[in-house]
């Protein structure tokens, strides 16, 4: 049964006792109780009174019953939201928050900015991101492509500089030589 049904049955129940107890407890003017004299007595017997539920159908309409052959219909999947299409600014601040943290992440956002932006002022940190990412993900093969691109695409770029020296031709791992 619904919850309106329910409330509604239950207050029809507080009103049908309501009722009963009012009509049970009725004081005459002088504030004595009536009293049924022995005929009167004779005929309730006679006519037995209603039941509560009798009387919670008689007022209330009949409830009908669910259908056997109707299947509930499935709640529709919520539809994925389109990502928020950040600006330049955003997805460089953006991407400085993810950092290392999220190296999938950032590279994503990275290639995204770099499809959406290619001949922006800012293109070359969408490259460092794509490359730093890979390294990050330990995907050097990958990531010595991308700074080989990066640094024959903006050669006097601070950033192409770095790649270069870090990915492309960074010094030896001190710790590796002595093992």
Known sequence: MSKPAILLVLGASAMVLAIGFAVFSRDDKRGIRTVLAPSETQE????????????????????PAPSPTRAPIPAKPAE?????????????????????????????LARDALA?????????????????????MDRYREA??????MVEKYPDNPLSVDVDHHILNHPPNPQAAEE
């Open 116 to 136: 959406r932006f290619p001949d922006s002022p800012d293109a070359p940190k969408f490259e460092w991101n794509v490359v730093k990412a890979l390294a990050n």
């Open 80 to 108: 994925p939201t389109a990502p928020e299409l950040l600006d330049e600014a955003s997805l460089i601040a953006k991407l400085r928050d993810l950092a290392a943290s999220d190296p999938p992440q950032s590279l994503k």
């Open 144 to 149: 010595e492509e991308e700074a080989r691109a």
């Open 44 to 63: 309730s017997i006679a006519a037995p009174a209603p039941s509560v539920t009798e009387v919670v159908r008689a007022i209330l309409p009949p409830v």
